[in-house]
């Protein structure tokens, strides 16, 4: 738990992250992406959008001070359009009315130019040290991502150290797509044909995806072990919360109400999920499309612009917030942002 205020160089900021230990803050500004030592104030990294490009997203891995960002920017060697060729096609023979002979008659078209992708997407990873030492942050190139959609956004980014997987929720303008981005830089797409994601989120002590998952109409939440997956429970009811204390936590949604919170074991890839579930909270709270952090030791909390609900050893509060307010990482302080007058922003971070 720390209180504490510091003062942002900027006149605007948003998508603010605390670090797992809370030694860092990163933000972004009109230029791009800031890192702040919290300790001492100063400014610990910065990289700026690049030209006709931009900084898609970036989050801080759970157990380290250590920042993945990724990064979208026109392709400086494009490879041009291949020339058009035309294609013969060739019909089945019929004979000429005229001449009583049997004939082939061809058609041709020409065929669509193939042209490589414009854009360069890269992940990168950023290493601070200990915030007591006065070193500069350690950036290094950790994938170039080959087919990522130009244009797209990322949703939603989630890590497991414990498999050294990454995985990227990304939004194109006609479709969703899960990717899962390994050790060895490989690439692949989770999701399935007409799968519809509405929350995931990777197990940091097992290595398991769990996601809220929507397929042929079907509300379900599943479990996703490598090139396998498993369904956990099923029903339009069910809303993904989190992973906390090894256990996968699932809202029960009635009537827009939150009636219950339930548990799943969380399993790895050797171990079988076990469908049964545990009532671990039990009530009534009207629900306001709320995001969620689990926390560690029963603590919960869910929030959305307007108000945070929290869940602490089966006490429940209620605290309002606004949209310029942000959560550290473990929900257990508030980061809030109000203008200094002078053309930068104090942050206040106080325990919620």
């Not at 080959?146 to 050294?164: L, M, Q």
């Amino acid at each position: 738990i720390i209180d504490k205020s510091i003062n942002l160089p900027t006149s605007k900021a948003s998508n603010l992250q605390a670090s797992y230990a809370k030694d860092y803050l990163a933000y972004s500004d009109n230029q791009g992406l800031k890192v702040v030592n919290i300790k001492t104030s100063k400014l610990a990294f910065a990289e700026n959008n690049p030209l006709k490009g931009e900084i898609l997203e970036y989050r801080w891995l759970p157990d380290r001070n250590t920042l993945l960002f990724v990064l979208a920017k026109p392709n400086p060697n494009p490879k041009p359009a291949e020339p058009t060729k035309p294609i013969e096609v060739k019909n089945i023979e019929k004979e000429d009315p005229k001449t009583g002979k049997m004939v082939t008659t061809t058609t041709t078209t020409e065929s669509t130019p193939v042209y490589y992708n414009p854009q360069v997407t890269e992940l990168y990873a950023v290493d601070f040290a200990d915030p007591d030492e006065e070193v500069n942050a350690d950036k290094r190139l950790a994938s170039k991502i080959s087919d990522f959609p130009v244009g797209a956004k990322i949703e939603a980014i989630d890590v497991s150290t414990y498999t050294n997987l990454i995985y990227l929720q990304v939004k194109t303008a006609s479709a969703q797509i899960m990717y899962e981005i390994d050790v060895m830089k490989n690439m692949r797409k989770v999701q399935r044909a007409g799968e519809k994601i509405a929350n995931m989120v990777a197990s940091d002590k097992k290595g398991t995806l769990y996601m809220q998952s929507n397929l042929s109409g079907i509300n379900q939440i599943v479990a996703v072990k490598h090139s396998s997956r498993e369904q956990l429970i099923k029903g339009n009811q069910y809303v993904l919360l989190g992973v906390q204390d090894n256990k996968v936590l699932v809202g029960d949604v009635q009537n827009n109400t939150l009636v219950k919170i339930l548990s799943l074991p969380d399993t790895n890839s050797q171990e079988k999920v076990a469908t049964t579930t545990t009532v671990e909270w039990q009530g009534s709270i009207p629900w306001k499309n709320y995001k969620a952090i689990t926390g560690q030791n029963n603590y919960w909390v869910l929030y959305n612009d307007n108000q945070a609900v929290l869940f602490q050893q089966g006490q429940v509060s209620n605290l309002e917030i606004t949209a310029n307010d942000y959560l550290t990482t473990d929900g257990r302080e508030i980061m809030k942002l109000l203008p200094n007058g002078d053309g930068t922003l104090k942050l206040t971070i106080k325990p919620l």
